[in-house]
Structures are given as structure tokens and as C-alpha cells.
């Protein structure tokens, strides 16, 4: 599956839910450095004009969401790329609720990607 049927999986399914656009631009070279934040209580900051959330855990942040789902057939999307965990253990903290599905996504690392909300 590549990047424009999953986009287009996504937009299809997700056409009676509200959501803010979702831009995806380009992705840091291999070997560039990057820092985790977590910042307390509304744990949202601002960074470079675009809204982040904590990050420090994706897959406890996966299981926080699907508890806090605020109605059925509501798609949350995430996406998460790691050097330092592998596939099987995100698959290890994907509920097995019947609603949530894991889909993996190679990446192609000479090719440009960063992910964000928001933008115009």
C-alpha cells in the first residue's frame, strides 16, 4: 500500500467526521536529530506553526485515545515512525478492541516527509 491509498483510504472513510487538514510535507534526512517534548497539563505546545502533542510514549498515547473515543466509527489516524522500537512491539499495544487496526507503512528515507496539523 503506498502513502496516496492509504491518504485516500483515510479520506473516504472519515467524510462524516469534522477534522482539521492534515499536511504532510517532507521528512528529515536520516541521521537528523530529534527531540522528544512533553510539556505539562494541556501537554500541546506550538512548534515552527505547527500544534504537537506529547509524544513520548505512542503507543500508550494510542491506548489513551481509543479509551477517550468519543463515539463509535470515529477514525483516529496516527502515524508514528521510530529507529528504536520495532514493528512487533507497536503491535504488542494496538488494542485488541475490534476497532483498531495497525497499518504499516514502509518508508522510503531518501524521500523528503514531515507530518503536521493545520497549514494553509
Known amino acids: 500500500?503506498?502513502?496516496?491509498?492509504?491518504?485516500?483510504g483515510i479520506s473516504q472513510e472519515t467524510t462524516q467526521v469534522s477534522s482539521e487538514p492534515f499536511l504532510f510535507s517532507g521528512m528529515l534526512?536520516?541521521?537528523t536529530p530529534l527531540y522528544d517534548i512533553e510539556?505539562?497539563?494541556?501537554?500541546?505546545?506550538?512548534?515552527?506553526?505547527?500544534?504537537a502533542h506529547n509524544s513520548h510514549c505512542a503507543c500508550e498515547w494510542l491506548l489513551h485515545v481509543e479509551e477517550e473515543r468519543p463515539q463509535e466509527g470515529v477514525?483516529?489516524?496516527m502515524a508514528v515512525?521510530?529507529?528504536?522500537?520495532s514493528v512487533e512491539h507497536c503491535e504488542d499495544c494496538v488494542p485488541r478492541d475490534g476497532h483498531t487496526e495497525m497499518?504499516?507503512?514502509p518508508i522510503d528515507y531518501?524521500?523528503?516527509?514531515?507530518?503536521?496539523?493545520?497549514?494553509a
Open 1 to 8: 500500500m503506498d502513502m496516496q491509498d492509504l491518504w485516500q
Open 29 to 31: 534526512p536520516r541521521g
Open 39 to 51: 510539556v505539562e497539563e494541556d501537554h500541546s505546545f506550538v512548534i515552527e506553526g505547527l500544534i
Open 75 to 77: 477514525k483516529t489516524v
Open 81 to 85: 515512525w521510530t529507529l528504536n522500537m
Open 103 to 105: 497499518v504499516v507503512v
Open 110 to 119: 531518501e524521500v523528503p516527509v514531515s507530518i503536521g496539523l493545520g497549514g
